[in-house]
């Protein structure tokens, strides 16, 4: 596996019951190649311990602003910078209410004054501290700010009541944290074609060909790349999904519209080929409806030999990733999608020879990929192979983001 530029995050675990979800946090974390430095609050050490948090981030816990061996090794400024993102979870009214009003009076409170980095919150607290006024006034003025945030969700609380201050589930935290930073204008200047959704390919005026492609990963990597600054073009079969902002939308039916669209699209620096294709087509799409017979065959393959049920001959339609791979206007980095149910890495290592790509996202398609919101991918570059762990298209999107900014200004 290549080595990533390792992203980092600052975790500042406040006190409250969820802080037990913070442990898991840290690990979902370093399974995406995120690593942690945390600092634990005072009261956050009432929940959990350092000793638990340490042996999770690999790395000392953070906790006293005046100790003299800690400024020694890493100062409270050092500690807000060299992180890519600041994370409070759980955000306590306590912590919200210091930032909001720029107190600092301990290590966490004194490192988000600091910091020069974007701030997540997920905040945790009973249901009517989080709708109080005072808590209320903090979060808007946070917001107005620029602070981000995840959650509360709804539910029963620990203790005993329900409704909004459940902290955000560990993987709804990775989430957050993987759209904030991919948000950095680290594509800037890149102009990105991505195709997404499945071709239909018609029989007569009534009826088509297609696949069960719902043109969710393609929309996501789209978004993603969009947020990341890249100037994004979007080729899109027939889909009912909204159209991500910032986005220009082209949208097509056919394989051979979708072809034309990307080369009218050119020149692109990064092309990612997420459109589930149709592989054929009828030869001829009838002008009109093709009539069924009067009286119903007892058997299609009779029914077709008496001439009683239409035969569609297939032609195939063009490989749009070769054909642009092969392209004199060739994107810089040109991505393509594997969709297999049996052998997933192998025939995607294959693909990526066969087609000419650089990059091939393979994932296997046997499950309920299609339609759904989770994907799990594997990444089959020059290097070799990275296996993603399961996470939703959108984190799949950021993530292929952060890989495409990594890729070109390594290759600039
Ligand atoms: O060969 P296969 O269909 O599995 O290849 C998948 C990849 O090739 C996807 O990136 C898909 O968008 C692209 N493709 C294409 N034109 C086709 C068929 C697939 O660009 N006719």
């Not at 840290?26 to 609050?41: P, S």
């Not at 459940?166 to 989430?175: Q, T």
């Not at 093709?290 to 030999?305: N, V, Y």
């Not at 290592?349 to 499950?367: E, L, M, Q």
Request: glycine share 8%; hydrophobic share 45%; with cysteine.
């Amino acid at each position: 596996m290549r080595g990533l530029s390792v992203r980092s995050i600052l975790l500042i675990v406040g006190g409250g019951i969820a802080a037990y979800k913070s442990l898991e946090l840290v690990r979902r974390l370093a399974e995406r190649g995120i690593r942690t430095r945390a600092i634990l609050t005072s009261a956050g050490a009432e929940f959990v311990t350092p000793l638990s948090l340490s042996a999770l981030t690999g790395d000392k816990i953070y906790s006293d602003l005046f100790s003299l061996t800690d400024e020694a090794e890493m100062g409270h400024i050092q500690l807000s910078r060299s992180a890519d993102l600041v994370v409070v979870a759980p955000a306590t009214a306590d912590l919200m209410a210091k930032l909001a009003n720029g107190l600092a009076n301990d290590l966490a409170s004194t490192t988000l004054l600091a910091t020069d980095k974007k701030v997540l919150m997920a905040p945790a607290m009973n249901v009517r501290m989080w709708e109080s006024a005072p808590v209320k006034r903090n979060r808007a003025q946070l917001e107005k700010d620029g602070v981000l945030f995840v959650g509360p969700n709804d539910g029963e609380m620990a203790c005993g009541e329900f409704g909004p201050g459940r902290m955000a589930e560990p993987l709804e935290i990775v989430a957050a944290i993987e759209k904030a930073l991919a948000v950095d204008g680290a594509l800037k200047g890149v102009r990105a074609l991505v195709t997404a959704g499945p071709t239909r390919e018609p029989v007569d005026p009534v009826r088509f060909l297609a696949n069960h492609s719902s043109g969710k990963q393609g929309y996501a990597i789209a978004e993603a790349l969009a947020r990341a600054g890249a100037d994004t073009t979007l080729v899109s079969g027939p889909v009912s999904l909204t159209p991500p902002q910032g986005v220009k939308l082209m949208r097509v039916t056919t394989a051979r519209e979708m072809l034309a669209a990307c080369e009218a699209a050119l020149p692109a620096d990064v092309l990612v080929m997420a459109a589930a294709v149709a592989d054929w087509r009828p030869d001829i799409a009838a002008n009109s409806k093709i009539k069924k017979s009067a009286d119903r065959p007892q058997d299609a393959r009779s029914a077709a030999e008496e001439n009683r049920v239409p035969l569609i001959k297939l032609v195939e339609n063009p490989d749009i990733l070769a054909t642009l791979a092969a392209h004199a206007a060739r994107p810089r980095l040109v991505i393509g999608f594997a969709a297999e149910t049996d052998d997933v890495v192998a025939n995607a290592v294959a693909k990526r020879g066969r087609k000419g790509a650089d990059w091939i996202i393979a994932n296997d398609v046997s499950g309920d990929v299609f339609g759904g919101a989770r994907n799990q991918v594997h990444l089959v570059s020059e290097s070799g192979v990275e296996d993603w762990p399961d996470m939703t298209k959108s984190e799949v999107g950021a993530r292929l983001a952060a890989r495409i900014a990594e890729k070109l200004k390594g290759a600039a």
